[in-house]
């Protein structure tokens, strides 16, 4: 596609139901990356792919956030019993190749997600 | 402490003005910065990209780089309205793939 597309753009989920979202980044780019962007702040970094190996997921809060990418394309970041504290803006972004290689990487608009 | 600061503003200036952001940071491992713009309910687009100390410029943007001091600017002359918007630094290391941003600073030009 012409950018890293996000779905759903808005969430509003209850406290303790699972969600996923999802992102397509942009038609060849082999890494992708999930960052959390709370209102007012800078994206956080959450996890990256190459292909389909999830390189580091160094950033992801606890153990009810996991993200795959099976088939080295989409990707679904999935939040497990979800917390008021998880409300934020999830961005997706993707790039050609891998950041040391220069590359840069280019942001979707966002998931936004509200946990009431 | 965060590793990336920045003054989230609102920073607001008449139209041609000259606006300087700023960012400090403390790890010196950083050797990549970039300035992104964000305008609001959109993604992060990014505006300048540099290696290391030194100066950038690009059009009406300069981007300045003084790792002795790890502090980072952007320099915006001539200043236009549709410069009003969310400007976020980041910056990595050598080897990684993952971007450090500050929290960003909002800028108001005013016509």
């Known amino acids: 596609g012409a950018g890293v597309s996000q779905s759903p753009r808005y969430k509003v989920t209850k406290r303790g139901q699972d969600v996923a979202l999802r992102c397509d980044p942009i038609?060849?780019?082999?890494?992708l990356y999930w960052y959390r962007q709370a209102l007012g702040q800078g994206p956080e970094f959450l996890t990256y792919?190459?292909?389909?190996?999830?390189?580091?997921k160094s950033g992801l809060p606890n153990d009810r956030f996991s993200a795959e990418r099976p088939e080295g394309s989409i990707s679904t970041l999935t939040i497990q019993r979800t917390e008021q504290r998880d409300s934020a803006m999830y961005r997706c972004?993707?790039?050609?190749?891998?950041?040391?290689?220069?590359?840069?990487?280019?942001f979707g608009e966002g998931s936004w997600l509200t946990v009431v | 402490q965060k590793e990336v600061e920045q003054d989230p503003g609102p920073l607001s200036v008449p139209e041609g003005a000259i606006v300087s952001l700023n960012c400090t940071y403390s790890?010196?491992?950083?050797?990549?910065f970039m300035w992104y713009r964000q305008y609001s309910r959109k993604g992060p687009e990014l505006l300048m990209y540099?290696?290391?100390?030194g100066n950038k410029e690009d059009g009406r943007f300069t981007a300045q780089v003084d790792k002795s001091s790890k502090y980072i600017s952007l320099f915006i002359r001539d200043s236009q309205p549709s410069d009003s918007a969310t400007y976020l630094c980041?910056?990595?290391?050598?080897?990684?793939?993952?971007?450090?941003f500050g929290g960003g600073t909002r800028l108001m030009v005013k016509p």
């Open positions: 980041a910056m990595r290391g050598n080897a990684g793939n993952m971007l450090t």
């Open positions: 038609s060849g780019h082999v890494s």
């Open positions: 972004a993707s790039s050609p190749g891998q950041l040391f290689s220069g590359n840069t990487i280019y």
């Open positions: 792919f190459n292909y389909e190996a999830q390189q580091d």
């Open positions: 540099t290696y290391s100390s």
């Open positions: 790890n010196s491992a950083f050797q990549y």
